[in-house]
């Protein structure tokens, strides 16, 4: 039998300006999409149980408005289901057409993404089961940030119940005393007059058990009513 040549081993080059494009390795436009998303992947900073969090969930592009029946009910739903105790919970929320904002309770960073992972797909089957669709929901990572003082926690509680006034479309005139039905607002006791409940869906909405968990830490029970309590028509950013 002939004699088997052993083939000498080629050095392979490292700059890749030389190397031939193909399956894996190097390649021009690689890797994460730079500037296309708002919040960083990077590790959340560590937190103090006694600071809540004002967490935003922002849902992709093409996905039908969230407050309608069903996918508000889906919502609901998750958030009843997400609660931890005292490692995980939702204090307060609000459903925006696009987004929806959370105040939160949780340990630390680890209870805070682990809740948050897990309310995040819950929400996202419910949501896409109930508007018939598949695929991702949400557009990007959770944005969290930390309420510190009485102040800053006021102004995220005034944020999320009041939101939707802001996005009122021009022309359309609120009631000095209404609340949005697509939030805890019915559920809030931190309101400066009695909710009036003259509307039958407000009474029924009143009726209804509350999803979201009751507040715990001082900032959320005592320390943001030392800067007043909340008004109805109080609009976010208002001073």
């Not at 390649?27 to 969090?53: D, K, L, N, W």
């Not at 996005?167 to 009695?194: M, Y």
């Not at 909710?195 to 979201?212: K, N, S, V, Y």
Request: net charge positive; hydrophobic share 40%; proline share 8%.
């Amino acid at each position: 039998m002939p004699r088997r040549v052993r083939k000498q081993p080629a050095q392979l080059t490292l700059d890749h300006a030389r190397r031939p494009v193909g399956h894996g390795g190097w390649r021009p436009g690689a890797g994460r999409p730079r500037g296309r998303t708002r919040c960083a992947h990077v590790a959340r900073a560590e937190f103090p149980r006694r600071h809540p969090q004002h967490v935003t969930l922002r849902v992709r592009a093409g996905v039908a408005s969230l407050r309608r029946f069903r996918p508000l009910r889906a919502i609901k739903q998750a958030i009843a289901r997400a609660q931890r105790g005292e490692r995980f919970a939702v204090v307060h929320f609000a459903v925006l057409a696009t987004h929806v904002h959370l105040i939160v309770e949780a340990e630390g960073a680890t209870a805070l993404a682990r809740g948050m992972q897990g309310l995040a797909v819950r929400i996202a089957r419910g949501v896409n089961r109930a508007l018939d669709r598949r695929g991702e929901l949400f557009a990007e990572r959770y944005h969290a940030r930390a309420l510190t003082t009485p102040r800053q926690t006021r102004n995220a509680l005034r944020y999320v119940m009041c939101n939707a006034r802001h996005h009122t479309p021009s022309g359309v005139r609120l009631s000095r005393c209404w609340i949005d039905p697509c939030s805890s607002a019915a559920w809030f006791d931190g309101w400066r007059e009695p909710i009036r409940a003259r509307e039958p869906w407000l009474r029924e909405l009143l009726a209804e058990a509350p999803p979201t968990a009751p507040p715990s830490v001082w900032l959320l029970t005592t320390g943001w009513k030392r800067r007043g309590l909340l008004g109805f028509d109080e609009a976010p950013g208002a001073r």
